[in-house]
């Protein structure tokens, strides 16, 4: 049986998820919707900073699947009815 240590240095997971979701934003990249959602939800694993970080590096790679308004899909936020 494996047990997961606890003793895991925090610049290793933050490595390992920075990578795994550059893989999966590369992987969804045929398609602007899906990219904005996987983007999206990597909010939720990463710090602030670290997202920051992430969304620079799709700036840098994918700048025409973004709009300058990303923010707007911020979960936490009201959304705005479509009329």
């Given at each position: 049986m494996l047990?997961?240590c606890n003793?895991v240095?925090q610049h290793n ?17 045929f ?8 983007l999206?939800?990597?909010r939720?694993?990463l710090?602030t ?7 620079g590096w799709a700036?840098d790679?994918y700048?025409h ?13 009201e ?5």
């Amino acid at each position: 049986m494996l047990y997961y240590c606890n003793t895991v240095n925090q610049h290793n997971w933050y490595y390992f998820m920075h990578e795994y979701l550059i893989e999966e934003l590369v992987k969804v990249s045929f398609d602007r919707s899906l990219f904005l959602k996987e983007l999206n939800k990597s909010r939720r694993w990463l710090t602030t900073d670290e997202w920051e970080v992430l969304y620079g590096w799709a700036e840098d790679n994918y700048k025409h699947l973004l709009r300058a308004n990303f923010y707007a899909f911020d979960s936490s936020e009201e959304k705005i009815p479509d009329c």
